[in-house]
């Protein structure tokens, strides 16, 4: 006989009943407040400082909320944090703060957290903040990073922050050189900067990845330099 099938709150009220069901339901509920009661322990002094200096807010995630594209008075203050701060959500918190601004500012901290991080979530977001905004400083770091065939995903962004940051003749030749090693990466950094003989360049890449997502990246890319060149 075909078993009968069982509702959504039929399986709920079941679930109800089961004692390991409930003990990992604890489990997790005592975990989610452990990890907000590390936020709140670390975060305290970090809004204290702001508010010193004026900024006022409840959490750094209102931050870009209230004051984006901060200015760098609050990265200074919120720089020197990144290395003293152990909760990954807050670090990644920060960060993204960070990448919200317009003004220069150094970014050695964000290279020393990227090194010290097992984290590859929290590094992409460093790559991600570097990428988008204007860090100085971290030029020779920078190129080591994107030569380094460890890195998985955070070194998609670290090619566009390369060809954001980097010297234009310096990025252009290590991106045609180093095409094939992450094509589908390194053609929107050539989009970003490329020009004619990129185009071209691109153009015979075209023939080579004409299928999946790499092709999409190149014809993007090249349509990007396309309307530059106009």
Not at 43 to 49: A, N, T
């Amino acid at each position: 006989m075909k078993k009968k099938a069982i509702t959504a709150a039929e399986l709920m009220a079941e679930l109800q009943d089961n004692p390991e069901y409930l003990r990992s339901k604890e489990i997790a509920e005592q975990k989610r407040l452990q990890i907000n009661d590390e936020i709140l322990f670390e975060v305290k002094p970090i809004l204290q400082e702001l508010d010193a200096e004026g900024f006022s807010v409840e959490n750094v995630d209102q931050l870009i909320l209230k004051y984006a594209p901060i200015p760098k008075q609050i990265v200074n203050i919120l720089m020197p944090w990144l290395l003293k701060i152990k909760n990954k959500n807050l670090l990644e918190m920060i960060v993204r703060a960070i990448g919200t601004t317009r003004e220069k500012y150094n970014g050695v901290f964000l290279t020393q957290l990227f090194e010290q991080s097992e984290s590859e979530i929290l590094q992409w977001t460093i790559s991600n903040t570097i990428a988008e905004s204007r860090p100085e400083n971290i030029e020779n770091w920078l190129f080591n990073k994107i030569n380094d065939d460890s890195l998985g995903m955070p070194k998609q962004m670290l090619f566009i922050a390369a060809a954001r940051l980097l010297v234009k003749e310096k990025a252009l030749e290590f991106f045609k050189e180093h095409f094939d090693e992450a094509p589908g990466h390194v053609a929107p950094a050539l989009g970003e900067i490329g020009s004619g003989e990129e185009l071209q360049f691109l153009g015979t890449k075209e023939s080579e990845y004409n299928k999946g997502w790499v092709a999409k990246e190149i014809r993007k890319a090249m349509k990007k330099i396309e309307n530059r060149l106009k």
